[in-house]
Nanobody, 123 residues
């Protein structure tokens, strides 16, 4: 079992940058692909980015490419999402998820989920 805890969310202004983190429990983190998913009020969950267990492979939703960067540090059991040039429409709860099968956008293949961290972007 993997427990995931996100941190680093907050209130920022449009155009700012923010990095959110997700720390995993246990000693199996490096065997899981990881992803960031977000959910805005009244909207469905939206895949943001995924990263392979080694960090060599990444995958982004097209609208996030160039602004968001996913990375991981297996020694720290942590995955990160660096968000630049934030927009009000990026406001959402950002959650991380772990999968043994994929780092792409099929959310049904993710086994473990964190509770999320709120990111609010003011205009």
């Amino acid at each position: 079992q993997v427990q995931l805890v996100e941190s680093g969310g907050g209130l920022v202004q449009a155009g700012d940058s923010l990095r959110v983190s997700c720390e995993a429990s246990g000693n199996t983190f490096s065997t899981y692909a990881m992803a960031w998913v977000r959910q805005a009020p009244g909207r469905e969950r939206e895949f943001v980015a995924g990263i392979s267990w080694s960090g060599d492979g990444t995958y982004y939703t097209d609208s996030m490419k160039g602004r968001f960067t996913i990375s991981r540090d297996n020694a720290k059991n942590t995955v990160y999402l660096q968000m630049n040039k934030l927009k009000p429409e990026d406001t959402a709860v950002y959650s991380c998820a772990a999968s043994r099968y994929t780092y792409h956008n099929d959310l049904s293949l993710y086994d473990y989920w964190g509770q999320g961290t709120q990111v609010t972007v003011s205009s």
